[in-house]
Nanobody
Framework: QVHLVEAGGGLVQSGGSLRLSCAAS????????MGWFRQIPGKEREFVGV????????YYQDSVKGRFTISRDNAKNTLSLEMNSLKPEDTAVYYC???????????????WGQGTQVTVSS
């Protein structure tokens, strides 16, 4: 199991940027899928994006493509989510996720962070 801790959430105006980070411990980080999900109260948690263990490829939800970028530093066991051109509909609790599998059915992680709130004002 891997322990994940997010940081970097907050309040930002529409069109602004925010960077989330996730510190991981407890597993060989460089061999593990890592990604981000988000959840609005009353709705199901939704996939944002995922990165391969080596960092050579990423896959994003259509609504964030071109605006969000996932990166990782395997030497520091950290994952980041750079969010640009933020919209009010991006407001959610963002969760770092790790482990599990990624296939035609999507990304199914085994480990979750506690979440960090991102609020985009209009």
């Amino acid at each position: 199991q891997v322990h994940l801790v997010e940081a970097g959430g907050g309040l930002v105006q529409s069109g602004g940027s925010l960077r989330l980070s996730c510190a991981a411990s407890g597993r060989t980080f460089s061999t593990t899928f890592m990604g981000w999900f988000r959840q609005i109260p009353g709705k199901e948690r939704e996939f944002v994006g995922v990165m391969s263990g080596s960092g050579t490829w990423t896959y994003y939800q259509d609504s964030v493509k071109g605006r969000f970028t996932i990166s990782r530093d395997n030497a520091k066991n950290t994952l980041s989510l750079e969010m640009n051109s933020l919209k009010p509909e991006d407001t959610a609790v963002y969760y770092c996720a790790g482990g599990g599998k990624f296939d035609n059915d999507g990304y199914a992680p085994t480990d979750w962070g506690q979440g960090t709130q991102v609020t985009v004002s209009s």
